[in-house]
C-alpha cells in the first residue's frame, strides 16, 4: 500500500472515530437535551412538576419558558424531555459510540501508524492552537447568540477539534518511533526547500514570532476573562522550543557544510550529512570525485608520457652512441673531400641528435621527481652574469647587446644552482636565437613580498602569432617554418626545472616584445 492510501486511510478512520465521540460524549452527558437545532421554545404541552405530583396544562399556541410563572417549588419541564428509560438507552448509545470512537482511532494509530512526517510536531501544536481557538470563540458565542446555527458550528467546531486532536496523537506516535527527529518538524522541512539562507532566516524569525504572539493572545485572554487557555498556551510553548531547537539544527547544519568545505580544500573526504545543506554537500562530493578521477587519469597520463619518453631515449642513447664512434672512427680513414664533408655533416647530426635525446631524458626525469632537487645558497646576480658571460661570443656576432636592471648587487636565495643555470642558458639561447639582431635583451630582477621576479625580455624578429601556452609545450618553436636551429624543449625545460625548485615560470608576449618570467622563492619552500 502507497503511503498517500495509507494516510488516506487512517485520516478517514480518524474522522469517524471524531463523529462517534462528539455526539457519542453528548449523549452521554446531556441525553435530555442533545436536539442541538432546537431553538429553546416550548410548544403545545407544558408540564409543570411540583415535589413529586405531575401537572400539565394543553396549548395550541408556542409558550416561551420567559412568560411561565415559577415559584420557588416548581420547575418547567419540555414535553421534548425524555423519561428516565429514554436517557438512560441514549446513554447507552452514546457509550457505544464512544467505544466505536477508541476502537476505530487505535485502528488508525496502531495499524496505519505514521511513517513519516506529515505536519510535524510543530505543525500539530500549530493546528491544535487553532483549533483550539477557533472551539473557544464557538463555545463563548454560545452564550450570547443561542441560535441553530451557531450550535450547528459548535458541533463541527468539537468534531474539527477531536480530530486534530487524534491526527496530533497519531503524529506524535510517529514520532517517537522517529526517536524525536528534528527532521520530522514542519519548519524545518520546510526550510529545506529554500535555496537562500536569508530565506531560512527569516522563515525561522517568522515561525518564533508567530509562537510568541499566541502565548500573548494567550496572556491577553487571561486578563480579560480570568480564564487559562489549556490548549492554546501549550502548543504555543511547543512551537517556540521547536523552533529555537530548528534553528540551533540550522547551524548546526552550516558549520557542518563550512567542515566539508575545508575537507574539500585540504584533499579529505567530503561526508555528506542529512542536515539543511546535504544536496550542496552531495554535489561536493561528486565534484571531489571528478576532480580526483581527473587528477587520476592526468598523473596516469603524464606518468605513461615520462615511461614513454624515457624508454624511447634509452633506446635511442645506444645506437647514437655506435653512430658517434664509427663517425670518430672514420675519421682516421683516407676520405675524399665530399666524404669528409658528408662525415662532418654525419658528426654534427649525430650530435644534435644526442643532445635532443639527453635533454629529453633529463627533462623526463626532473617532472617525474625521480631526481630530487638540491637546496643550497646561490647568489642571483653572479649566476645569471656567468650565463650571459658564457654567450659573449654569441651576443656579439647576432649584434646583440644585454641591459641589467638588478634590484641589489648581490641577491642570495635558496635553490637549485645547476637547475637553474640551465634554466637561464635556455632563456638566453633562446633571445638570441629568436630576437632581432642589433635590439638590447633585459635582465630584470624585482624583489616580491617572498620571492624574486627574474624577466628576460627581447624584440623578436618573426611576428609571434602564437599564444604564450601554446610556445609553453613540448616541441613547440616560435618559428613555424622551423627554420632556425631548435628543439622546442628550450622553454618547456625551463619550466619543468623552475617548477622542481618551487618557483612559477611564465611568459608574456607585448607587440613583437617576448618575456619570459622565473619567479623564485627567497627561501626554501615544500612542495
Known amino acids: 500500500m502507497s503511503l498517500k492510501h495509507r494516510n488516506g486511510i487512517a485520516w478517514l478512520l480518524l474522522l469517524i472515530a471524531s463523529v ?39 396549548s395550541t399556541t408556542e409558550v416561551s419558558l420567559d412568560t411561565l410563572n415559577e415559584n420557588e417549588s416548581t420547575t418547567k419541564v419540555s414535553p421534548n424531555d425524555s423519561t428516565p428509560t429514554d436517557n438512560h ?11 466505536i470512537s477508541i476502537a476505530v482511532s487505535a485502528i488508525a494509530m496502531i495499524v496505519f501508524w505514521q511513517k513519516t512526517a506529515v505536519a510535524g510536531p510543530d505543525g500539530v501544536s500549530l493546528i491544535i492552537g487553532i483549533c483550539g481557538i477557533i472551539y473557544y470563540a464557538f463555545r463563548n458565542s454560545e452564550g450570547i447568540l443561542w441560535t441553530a446555527f451557531v450550535r450547528a458550528l459548535t458541533i463541527c467546531a468539537s468534531i474539527l477539534f477531536c480530530f486534530a486532536v487524534l491526527f496530533s496523537i497519531r503524529e506524535m506516535i510517529g514520532w517517537i518511533r522517529a526517536r524525536l527527529s528534528l527532521s520530522w518538524c514542519l519548519i524545518h522541512r520546510i526550510n529545506r526547500h529554500c535555496t537562500k ?22 496572556y491577553v485572554d487571561h486578563l480579560k476573562n480570568g480564564a487559562v487557555n489549556g490548549i492554546t498556551i501549550p502548543s504555543s510553548i511547543i512551537m517556540t522550543v521547536l523552533g529555537f531547537l530548528c534553528l540551533w539544527k540550522y547551524g548546526t547544519d552550516l558549520d557542518h557544510f563550512k567542515t566539508q568545505l575545508n575537507n574539500y580544500q585540504q584533499g579529505l573526504q567530503v561526508n555528506v550529512g542529512d542536515g539543511a545543506f546535504a544536496q550542496t554537500e552531495a554535489l561536493l562530493l561528486d565534484v571531489q570525485a571528478q576532480h580526483e578521477e581527473a587528477v587520476r587519469t592526468a598523473v596516469t597520463s603524464e606518468r605513461f608520457k615520462v615511461e614513454l619518453i624515457s624508454n624511447v631515449s634509452h633506446d635511442l642513447r645506444t645506437p647514437l652512441t655506435a653512430i658517434l664512434g664509427y663517425s670518430e672512427l672514420l675519421k682516421n680513414e683516407t676520405l675524399s673531400p665530399e666524404g669528409q664533408e658528408q662525415l662532418r655533416q654525419l658528426n654534427m647530426k649525430a650530435g644534435y641528435m644526442n643532445d635532443l635525446v639527453e635533454s629529453l631524458f633529463e627533462m623526463t626525469k626532473v617532472s617525474s621527481g625521480a631526481v630530487p632537487s638540491k637546496q643550497e645558497k646561490v647568489d642571483l646576480v653572479r649566476l645569471l652574469e656567468q650565463t650571459i658571460g658564457l654567450f659573449d661570443d654569441q651576443l656579439v656576432s647576432s649584434g646583440l647587446t644585454v641591459r641589467r636592471n638588478y634590484v641589489s648587487d648581490r641577491i642570495p ?87 622542481s625548485v618551487c618557483g612559477n615560470f611564465y611568459v608574456s608576449i607585448d607587440g613583437d616584445q617576448f618575456s619570459a618570467v622565473v619567479e623564485l622563492p627567497e627561501t626554501e619552500r615544500n612542495l
Do not use: H
Not at 23 to 38: H, R, S, T, V
Not at 41 to 54: A, G, Q
Not at 89 to 99: D, N
Open 89 to 99: 438507552a441514549k446513554r447507552t448509545i452514546g457509550i457505544i459510540l464512544c467505544v
Open 20 to 58: 462517534s465521540w462528539v455526539f457519542g460524549y453528548a449523549m452521554c452527558n446531556q441525553p435530555g437535551d442533545f436536539d442541538i437545532l432546537e431553538p429553546p421554545v416550548v410548544t403545545d404541552t407544558t408540564y409543570f412538576v411540583t415535589d413529586t405530583t405531575y401537572y400539565y396544562s394543553v
Open 197 to 218: 539562507p536569508q530565506v531560512s532566516l527569516l522563515l525561522f524569525a517568522g515561525w518564533i514570532i508567530l509562537s510568541i504572539i499566541g502565548l500573548t493572545y494567550c
Open 413 to 499: 636565495i635558496i635553490t637549485d644552482g645547476s637547475r637553474m643555470y640551465q634554466v637561464f642558458a635556455n632563456l638566453l639561447g633562446n633571445a638570441i636565437k629568436y630576437a632581432l639582431s642589433g635590439t638590447r635583451i633585459y635582465f630584470e630582477v624585482k624583489k616580491s613580498e617572498n620571492s624574486y621576479v627574474i624577466r628576460i625580455t627581447n624584440t623578436a624578429s618573426y611576428e609571434m602569432d602564437f599564444k604564450p601556452d601554446e610556445i609553453m609545450q613540448r616541441f613547440a618553436r616560435g618559428d613555424r617554418s622551423r627554420s632556425t636551429k631548435g628543439s622546442g624543449l628550450g622553454l618547456a625545460i625551463a619550466q619543468t626545472y623552475t617548477e
